[in-house]
């Protein structure tokens, strides 16, 4: 414990000396807890109501059981970004943060020490995060339900202490591999990653997700009507098992198209993308999984949404409510899907800075050997263009599959030609969420680096 404290207290006093690129991460981490925060107190809040309930906002979409679940599901699935930008964040703090890192390694600070201080950090700044996002919550919560109960409060103090501690663990993730010598260098331990960690997310997602089918077979729903967790849970399971998916598949396609580039490229920004997709092919895969996810919702959504309308207009007269009722759910999802485009696009901007700090020293000596920063500009483009372009047609397919069937249920008289746009818009969003890292790279680039090589 006085280690943990004295730990906690100069984690404290370095994130008050913080200079201004620091204190734009603790921003971007504070952000990012705070959408973790906002997000799981309105799926808990509205997990704890029981049966069917008036709600003031939503059309009347919150009052009834089943559709409250949807809406439940939509917020934990917004958590899957938002972690994935946590992650970021804390890799990218931990580079700029070397020299500050040796000097506690020459203070007599272990590695474990430094990994623990720099996660720390990570969990302050979650926690200013969340207490800025609880005290909005609250306040709403009190103007839209008159008297909450004790559960209601309990479940506010539990997550709002929880997101700080999942901050520093997902920091604490992050940085596993991250050693910081005395001489104010860091580096990887491991250089090639291994699929083994998606692999066995994926395959426990599998089980989970069986796991939960098994038992909403087995549960008496008259029983636990108005508390069907089960669904939530089940759904919010299957997206993680699929996210681990996309990280192993999208991991192993950059090293075979890195490899297959390597030994054909025709230009030297091919063959430099070609040799860090191939070296390191799953940093590009963690941020991609999620773009790629976002990719299949988005394009899936189009095809449901024109299906959808269609189907209202024509049948508008024996509907059960009113037509807001069912416009509402579909612009909720709308929001919810940009929201996390949003989130998604930021991490993958995060993802592309980090990869330029950690790789500074080798940008710096390919500048002072004559290779032209031009060359080097299109590589760190190529590095995001080329391992994501085949990955996006195939969620695009997967998308316009399950929304054209969707429409074929539905009877629709035309194919939801309007999903096509989704793949390629989310490219051009990506190609431009890279390039805001070029002048990062001209940085980066500084021949003052070699100095610590």
Request: with cysteine; charged share 10%.
């Amino acid at each position: 414990m006085n280690s943990l404290r004295s730990d906690l207290r100069l984690a404290w006093q370095l994130t008050q000396g913080s200079g201004r690129w620091e204190w734009w991460r603790i921003t971007l981490t504070a952000t990012g807890a705070a959408l973790a925060t906002g997000f799981t107190l309105a799926a808990v809040s509205l997990a704890s109501l029981r049966g069917n309930h008036s709600v003031s906002i939503g059309e009347g979409l919150l009052n009834d059981p089943g559709t409250r679940a949807g809406v439940i599901v939509s917020l934990l699935l917004l958590l899957v970004p938002v972690l994935g930008f946590l992650g970021q964040c804390a890799r990218v703090g931990a580079v700029h943060r070397d020299r500050r890192l040796a000097g506690l390694r020459l203070a007599g600070a272990t590695p474990g020490q430094v990994r623990r201080i720099a996660a720390l950090e990570t969990g302050l700044a979650c926690l200013l995060g969340s207490v800025v996002a609880t005290v909005f919550s609250v306040l709403l919560l009190l103007r839209l339900w008159e008297r909450p109960g004790a559960l209601a409060w309990t479940v506010v103090a539990l997550v709002a202490l929880a997101v700080p501690v999942l901050g520093a663990a997902v920091g604490a993730l992050a940085l596993r591999r991250v050693v910081a010598s005395p001489l104010g260098q860091v580096r990887r331990v491991t250089e090639v990653r291994s699929a083994r960690g998606p692999g066995r997310l994926f395959l426990g997602g599998v089980v989970l997700v069986a796991a939960m089918g098994v038992v909403t077979a087995m549960t008496d729903h008259a029983a636990t009507r108005g508390a069907n967790w089960q669904f939530p849970v089940m759904m919010f399971a299957a997206l993680l098992t699929v996210g681990a998916g996309s990280v192993w598949l999208a991991g192993a396609a950059s090293r075979l198209m890195g490899r297959v580039l390597a030994e054909r490229a025709g230009s030297a920004a091919v063959l430099i993308a070609a040799e860090r997709l191939r070296a390191d092919p799953w940093a590009a895969a963690r941020t991609h999984a999620a773009v790629l996810l976002v990719t299949v919702v988005g394009t899936a959504f189009m095809g449901v949404r024109e299906a959808f309308l269609e189907a209202l207009h024509r049948n508008q007269g024996s509907l059960a409510g009113s037509t807001s009722y069912y416009t509402t759910g579909l612009n909720l999802t709308a929001a919810a899907i940009m929201v996390a485009v949003l989130i998604t696009l930021t991490a993958l901007a995060v993802g592309t800075a980090e990869s330029l700090a950690t790789r500074r020293r080798g940008l710096a000596a390919q500048t002072a050997a004559g290779v032209p920063r031009s060359v080097l500009n299109r590589a760190l483009l190529l590095e995001t263009a080329l391992p994501l372009a085949p990955a996006l047609l195939l969620a695009g397919l997967g998308g316009l599959a399950v929304g054209t069937g969707y429409g074929t249920l539905a009877n629709a008289s035309s194919l939801p030609w309007s999903a096509l746009l989704v793949p390629p818009a989310a490219y051009a969003a990506c190609l431009l969420a890279s390039a805001t890292a070029l002048p990062l790279l001209r940085r980066s680039t500084d021949p003052s680096h070699l100095r610590y090589a």
